[in-house]
């Protein structure tokens, strides 16, 4: 087995490009009311700055100006006490600790009416995502997936949520650079036991996989093919979609997804992403996860004013 223990950590090998990119992810959701949200954030220590922060919507508001909370902050100076990527408080309060390497982490915010009091644990190994498309290639020279389940407390203008959910994170760094990146769906399902993840290219009906895993059965291995088919279109992207992909065991797999509208999310500026919860039938069993369909900003406000048809090839 690949030993993956420097995946908490800066990376190494950093240059003096100005897009090298240390990135961290987690996500949750109150699955029952299609509550769904992110922590993310992102350090840029060759331009002196640290974005990110948590996000959460529902169906009722789906912009960055009316869901239920963003703070994705750009204009934050990198902190100045941060001992590692794990291990950090951001200007807009948000906070990570280690808890376990690999494993569990803490994670608080307090800010505009919402606090979080959260901690994520790792259910899964993690995997290496490994891919021969240039452009993901692009994005980040390390990158790893894992499985886990994000328990707490969050609350928003006195109303306490409780968190107990299936819950994916990432972690990566190197040059993060996302011209080159075009149209796919980054998608992700976890149940008690298995899990799978895989980003799929295509700017229609039909796309396939570059890269992602399946957890079951104890074993957890990269895929070697997947196809991902749109069986119905929602606003902005995908409503719902047929999965079908085989890993490196010889397994093979076939869910469907049934995928909320989502947060039109422009906090990457270049490329915009409908950040949808998602629930997947696999088996007969339900796994809770999210599907990110991304798109080149000008193609997406091209979609969004009408001028070409959402899963058109032009």
Known sequence: MIDLGFADHFGAGRDDNPYWNESVWFSLSIPERHIHGMIQYYFRPNMGMLNGGPVLWDPSGTYQWNCLHYQW????????????????????????RM???????????????????????AIGP???????????????????????????????????????CFSMRDTSYGAREYESLACGGYFWGIAEGSAFHAI???????ALSIGGFIWKDGEMASLISGRREVLEWGEFGPAKVLWQAKDQLGRSMEATGWIDPGLVFTGYTDHTVVWSLT??????????GDNQEFAPAERFRRIARGEIALGSEA
Request: net charge negative; with cysteine; hydrophobic share 35%.
């Open 73 to 96: 902050s750009h204009l934050q100076a990198l902190p100045q006490d941060v001992r590692g990527k794990f291990d950090m408080k951001a200007r807009n309060s948000l906070s990570c």
């Open 99 to 121: 808890i376990e390497p690999l494993s569990k982490y803490k994670i608080d915010y307090d800010k505009d009416g919402l606090t979080m009091d959260l901690t994520w644990t």
């Open 126 to 164: 993690m995997h290496e995502l490994k891919t021969g498309n240039a452009g993901q290639a692009a994005t980040a020279k390390f990158h790893i997936e894992q499985p886990g389940r994000m328990t707490g407390t969050v609350v928003r203008h006195g109303e306490t949520f409780r968190i107990d």
């Open 200 to 206: 799929a290219m295509g700017e229609g009906r039909d």
């Open 279 to 288: 629930r997947w039938d696999w088996d007969g069993v339900e796994h809770w």
